[in-house]
């Protein structure tokens, strides 16, 4: 299978049927999606199909939902969109014109990297550390060699692809190098409630006087096809993002946000992040007890707190070359480690798997399939 770098696509593109032990893709599991035809026949389909403004008492309860990390907005802060994806795309729109740098961690989410390449904006790699972070000194040196940089791009919760997360005194770290330099930070929060210890630590946005944009999603806890994220950001960051969005889809009202607010006035979101955090804990627990059984000593492995994904490194290992074998003799899927890398190039010894969208009965048995590649 041939890998083009910084594009997710192929693999949406791979015959699943021919795939027993799917480890690839960050599929929310089934079992954690929850909607019915019963929730889309409450919907006043008169108002549902025509234009009209975005989903007001959508963002009253995603104000709410915030608050249990004990943060507070207004819904004037709030930009829904269509996806965090597009979230995405409008800050790149707005914090890299004419030519600006964003700077990103050396393995990093490669839907960002897309969006750059797209702009014809360039990245600027940042090291991570042992906890498979970013590597704060080098940060800080990052910062003060280069300039023209429009942002700081992170995802603080359960990394894409690492799987690390932040602890509290980078955050607020990061938050300090923003305002020291000036540099907008671009947040993006995937996966803060989907977290195993139950605890929902506040953002690097609330500790922040400087220009923070929180990127915000209902895909991992509800279902990715809603295409439901948002942006917190100042009033009139927020006004010039609507703005933007008009442009690309007249920024209206979406069937899928009321089909999604419908849902949560039912209290069920919350009651949802409860379920998840322990779900999702047993599979990552399953996996790391089969890395442990099958994978050779020198293998090494994050073990994250939140999101979907368990980074694996061999020394002396070609994910790359190593993936059709394993697509086709073991039927077994995984992401190679290059397709996170700036350059496409490096980080052939890693690979990203997923534990999210495998039944968990399943996963002692795809880690064993994976071990023959070794």
């Not at 021919?18 to 006043?44: C, H, K, T, V, W």
């Amino acid at each position: 299978m041939e890998i083009n770098p910084g594009t997710m696509e192929d693999f949406f593109k791979i015959k699943r049927e021919n795939i027993q032990y799917p480890l690839d893709l960050g599929l929310p599991s089934p079992a954690m999606l929850l909607f019915s035809l019963e929730d889309a026949r409450r919907i006043n389909l008169k108002t549902a199909l025509q234009y009209s403004a975005p989903c007001q008492s959508l963002k009253e309860k995603i104000i709410k939902i915030l608050q249990v990390r004990g943060e507070q907005f207004i819904p004037e802060n709030i930009l829904l969109c269509n996806g965090s994806q597009e979230g995405l795309f409008l800050l790149a729109m707005l914090l890299l014109k004419g030519g600006k740098k964003a700077i990103v961690e050396e393995f990093s989410y490669p839907n960002f990297h897309l969006i750059t390449k797209h702009l014809g904006s360039t990245v600027v790699s940042v090291k991570t550390d042992k906890d498979n972070t970013i590597d704060i000194i080098h940060l800080e040196k990052v910062l003060a060699e280069n300039r023209d940089i429009g942002c700081i791009y992170i995802v603080p919760n359960g990394n894409n692809p690492s799987g690390g997360s932040l602890s509290l005194a980078k955050k607020k770290r990061i938050a300090e190098l923003g305002e020291q330099y000036r540099i907008p930070i671009i947040e993006d929060d995937p996966y803060a409630f989907v977290s195993f210890d139950g605890m929902f630590n506040p953002s690097i946005k609330s500790m922040s006087q400087g220009e923070v944009y929180y990127v915000g999603t209902f895909s991992k806890l509800l279902g990715p096809s809603l295409r439901a994220g948002w942006i917190i950001g100042s009033p009139e960051k927020i006004e010039i993002l609507a703005n933007y969005k008009e442009s690309i889809n007249l920024n209206v009202l979406c069937f899928s946000h009321l089909l999604l607010d419908s849902f949560i006035s039912e209290g069920s979101l919350l009651m949802q992040i409860e379920k998840v955090g322990p779900y999702y804990r047993r599979k990552r627990d399953l996996m790391i007890d089969a890395i442990e059984k099958y994978f050779p000593s020198n293998k090494t492995y994050s073990v994250p707190s939140h999101g979907f994904f368990i980074w694996l490194g061999m020394p002396g290992f070609d994910s790359s070359r190593k993936l059709d074998f394993a697509l086709k003799q073991l039927n077994v899927s995984y992401i190679p480690g290059k397709l996170f890398s700036i350059d496409g190039k490096s980080g052939h010894e890693f690979m990203r798997l997923s534990f999210s969208g495998i039944e968990a009965s399943e996963i002692d048995n795809a880690i064993a399939k994976l071990a023959l590649l070794f």
